[in-house]
């Protein structure tokens, strides 16, 4: 079956402009959930999404940052007036909300802003 | 909280040489334990986890991991690697009661010839 797709691929963007990443979930996957891999590190987990609610939003950097999502579908992360410092991947994963507990994640978002 | 650390943030190493990618972690409650690999330009791929039961995981690829509870670690061996092992390898931990994934700072393998 289908995994877990991310889009854009690529983004470049001028700083102080907004964008929106989007990911598709593994049909099914009840969760969602977001990262952030600046070069050369790991990943920073963002938010997570329980259905179309998200109780732990812990990770977000800041208020330019804010995420929804459709259902048990969909998610759109967005970035408001966006800053150098926000150039990096960005990497959705879904799962099942049960053992094995499982995240699958997709390709990933490269932003860059310049 | 949680955290993790990847000790070696390079290994460089020999085809058909064995390669051990050490992870430590720390946790006040019980874990879910994970090991990740990410290819050039690629996402995550799961290679192995550790939930409960037998201490020794083995995963694709060849990879295995032994869980330590009183190290309080999760290293990752495999016997032989191949050039197409060259890749970033991740450890992450999850409470047992949580959902998020908390990632080590990852290890850079480069296998060579």
């Known amino acids: 079956g289908a995994g877990v797709s991310q889009s854009p691929s690529n983004k470049v963007t001028e700083k102080g402009k907004d964008v929106e990443l989007r990911c598709d979930p593994i049909s099914g996957h009840t969760a969602l959930y977001w990262y952030r891999q600046r070069l050369g590190q790991g990943l920073e987990f963002l938010i997570y999404f329980q259905g179309n609610s998200a109780p732990d939003k812990s990770g977000l950097p800041s208020d330019r940052f804010s995420a929804e999502r459709t259902g048990e579908s969909v998610s759109t992360l967005t970035i408001q007036r966006t800053q150098q410092e926000d150039s990096a991947v960005y990497l959705c994963?879904?799962?099942?909300?049960?053992?094995?507990?499982?995240?699958?994640f997709g390709p990933g978002t490269r932003l860059t802003v310049t | 909280a949680q955290s993790v650390t990847q000790l070696d943030s390079q290994v460089p190493v020999f085809e058909e040489a064995p390669v051990e990618l050490r992870c430590n972690y720390s946790s006040s409650v019980s874990v879910y334990l994970f090991w990740y690999v990410q290819y050039p330009n690629q996402g995550l791929q799961l290679l192995l986890k550790y939930l409960s039961g037998s201490t020794l995981v083995k995963g694709i690829n060849g990879f295995e991991a032994e869980f330590n509870k009183s190290q309080t670690s999760f290293h990752l061996r495999k016997p032989s690697v191949h050039i197409s092992d060259t890749a970033e390898y991740f450890c992450?931990?999850?409470?047992?009661?949580?959902?998020?994934?908390?990632f080590g700072g990852g290890t850079r393998v480069l296998v060579k010839p």
């Open positions: 994963a879904s799962s099942l909300s049960m053992p094995p507990y499982e995240q699958y």
């Open positions: 992450a931990v999850k409470e047992a009661a949580g959902n998020k994934l908390t």
